[in-house]
């Protein structure tokens, strides 16, 4: 019988990758970037053949997270400011 030797795992760190990049293009909403950083980061100490595509995936998740972020942040000071303005002018 003949064992033939099997092929390295990388399938967090391709799924890491892919949630990233999606989350950018897409603009997949805060739940992909999150469970894409996991996926990076479980995958950069169980796949060292996808340490490559893990990092890279953890990169493009935290843009994405920090994309999200900051427009969350301005929708609440927006919306902030326009409360603001409503009770100082009385409409």
Known sequence: MTTYPTAPRTGLGTASLVLGICSL?????????VVG????IASRSREPMARGRAGWGILLNLV???????VGALL???GSFAVW???????
């Open 76 to 78: 609440v000071i927006g």
């Open 37 to 40: 950083l996991c996926l990076g």
């Open 64 to 70: 994405a997270l920090a994309v999200w972020i900051f």
């Open 25 to 33: 293009l897409a603009g997949w909403t805060f739940f992909a970037p």
């Open 85 to 91: 303005h409503g009770a100082t002018t009385g409409r």
